[in-house]
């Protein structure tokens, strides 16, 4: 069975990839999730991964589905530490057979790595929003604004429209209209979020042409459009102008064209920091990865960026394949996911703007320290292996006396080093905020693809969307609605706590999740 298995993820990927990213005891951990292309089983790496994601291909994890996943459907999670269960918890986001948008909640089990399911967290997004179609192959991206607004998705209804549905403890499930009239070209669509409600949507929108959404809740058409690389002709279309009248500039005025591009088979990918600079990320028809950023915000149009200084990005397995994006606005890093030679291949970039080596997704905690230079780079990785080896050549006692000791004395270099990076980061915020208080950005400029300002905090929305007997009712209008409420995020705190191997086990979760699941329910 496991020799299966290994041969299986092999094979072509019918269904996406997905990525998300959690907070996990002061590291940032990237995950990812794909569909199993034979079974149909959507595979997940290891809820306990610790500052990389692992993924072992022996015994793969899967997310269990009361209502399954329809073949090659999109898939989109999101999750995050939840503070009360002290795990983490995901909301997956897929499309069924009969065509509906569903969500399922699961909790991790810290030993095992897998997530189970809360039976009860299960629900038709789109018929709970009243969403009046869904496409039978509409794609689908998922934005969670946390305690400044709550989950946001995106999909395609059966006029091949990009729509939007949104939830909040305010309103459950609501259908909010379309984010373009315009019909499109493919099913793909790509999202990122800046900051609170900067939420921007991606999506091919004709052969050569990707649009670009971005939400404003001032303005009175909420939505504004631009046209990648071909902009669109003047006034700027929003959310409200009608089709035919979104017309682009002529061909000739097109700074670029896009390498590789199919908007029928082309997945989009969105990337964007706290400054609201956006990158856009695909694997093309030359099966390589290419990137464009937005010159100066935005003003200066769009470009494309080069390959990493230091080579090219691995060439997919597949044209136009399914790849697996991760952007954390706050610090600014970028993990991207996709098969190359027979593996899973993942490419890191840093706050500082700089792509590690492409490599192997770990598929083992006992891997996790292995070959990782995060820590380095400023992302602290760690990994969570508590594997241990034996010379051979000493008594147990002695081997536990050793661990004590040099336990010990990591602990004591790892604080002083925690303590200097964090004098250094407090540093760097102060350089910022007198470059800004000076009209500038510490940078000077946006440089390709270099994001601007380099971020001194991590910090985390600890919330969970909250869910009460009467949650996810249909709305009694379809029109759409404006969700309010802003609350800042919650900061992790500065203290450090540094636990023995098999210590962070704090709550124990039951084989049958009531437990854990009982407390998601009782914190929302």
């Given at each position: ?116 399911a809360d039976p009860n967290e299960v629900y038709s997004v789109s018929d709970d929003a009243g969403a009046p179609s869904v496409h039978e192959t509409s794609g689908l991206a998922v934005e969670d604004l946390g305690d ?48 609170d409600r900067a939420v921007s949507v991606a999506f091919p929108h004709d052969n050569g042409n990707i649009a670009v959404a971005q939400f404003n809740e001032t303005a009175e058409d909420q939505w504004s459009l631009v ?298």
């Amino acid at each position: 069975m496991a020799t299966a298995t290994v041969l299986l993820l092999a094979q072509p990927v019918l269904g996406s990839m997905a990525g998300w990213y959690t907070w996990t005891t002061y590291e940032l951990t990237p995950h990812f999730a794909l569909q199993d292309s034979s079974s149909g089983d959507i595979l997940h790496s290891a809820c306990n991964s610790n500052g990389s994601a692992v993924f072992p291909t022996d015994e793969p994890h899967r997310f269990h589905l009361d209502v399954p996943a329809r073949s090659a459907t999109p898939l989109q999670v999101r999750g995050w530490w939840d503070e009360d269960l002290n795990t983490p918890v995901a909301y997956l986001f897929y499309q069924a057979d009969d065509t509906k948008i569903m969500n399922a909640l699961f909790i991790c089990n810290l030993t095992t790595g897998n997530y189970f399911a809360d039976p009860n967290e299960v629900y038709s997004v789109s018929d709970d929003a009243g969403a009046p179609s869904v496409h039978e192959t509409s794609g689908l991206a998922v934005e969670d604004l946390g305690d400044a607004g709550g989950f946001r998705v995106f999909y395609h209804d059966e006029d091949e429209r990009v729509n939007m549905v949104a939830w909040d403890e305010d309103t459950d499930w609501i259908y909010l209209g379309p984010v373009s009239r315009k019909s499109v070209t493919g099913r793909s669509i790509g999202s990122a979020l800046a900051d609170d409600r900067a939420v921007s949507v991606a999506f091919p929108h004709d052969n050569g042409n990707i649009a670009v959404a971005q939400f404003n809740e001032t303005a009175e058409d909420q939505w504004s459009l631009v046209s990648v690389p071909r902009p669109f002709a003047r006034p700027v279309p929003t959310n409200e102008t009608n089709a035919s009248n979104m017309t682009l500039v002529r061909a000739d005025d097109a700074p670029f064209s896009l390498i590789g591009f199919s908007a029928s088979n082309t997945e989009v990918h969105l990337a964007a920091n706290i400054h609201n600079y956006r990158r856009i990320f695909y694997l093309g028809t030359d099966r390589r990865m290419h990137q464009l950023y937005e010159v100066d915000g935005g003003r200066g149009g769009w470009d494309i960026a080069g390959d990493p200084e230091d080579g090219e990005w691995p060439v997919a397995d597949n044209v136009s394949a399914s790849m697996a994006l991760i952007s954390e606005p706050e610090t600014g890093v970028i993990w991207v996911y996709y098969h190359s030679g027979g593996e899973i291949m993942e490419m890191y970039q840093n706050g500082f703007n700089i792509w590690r080596e492409p490599r192997i997704a770990l598929k083992s905690n006992g891997t996790a320290n292995e070959d990782d230079s995060n820590v380095d780079e400023g992302n602290g990785d760690s990994g969570n292996s508590n594997d241990n080896t034996s010379d051979g050549g000493l008594s147990t006692g002695a081997q536990a006396g050793i661990g004590v000791g040099v336990g010990l004395a990591v602990l004591g270099v790892a604080a002083a080093v925690f303590f200097f990076i964090r004098r250094r980061k407090l540093a760097a915020s102060a350089e910022e905020e007198a470059a800004a208080a000076a009209g500038g950005s510490p940078d000077g400029e946006n440089k390709p693809p270099v994001y601007s300002g380099v971020p001194t905090t991590h910090s985390q929305s600890w919330h969970q969307p909250g869910y009460g007997d009467d949650a996810h009712k249909s709305p009694a209008t379809a029109e759409p609605a404006e969700l309010t409420s802003t609350t800042a995020p919650q900061e992790l705190p500065t203290s450090v706590r540094y636990e023995l191997p098999g210590d962070y086990h704090h709550q124990e979760l039951g084989t049958d999740g009531e437990i854990g699941a009982a407390a998601v329910r009782e914190s929302r």
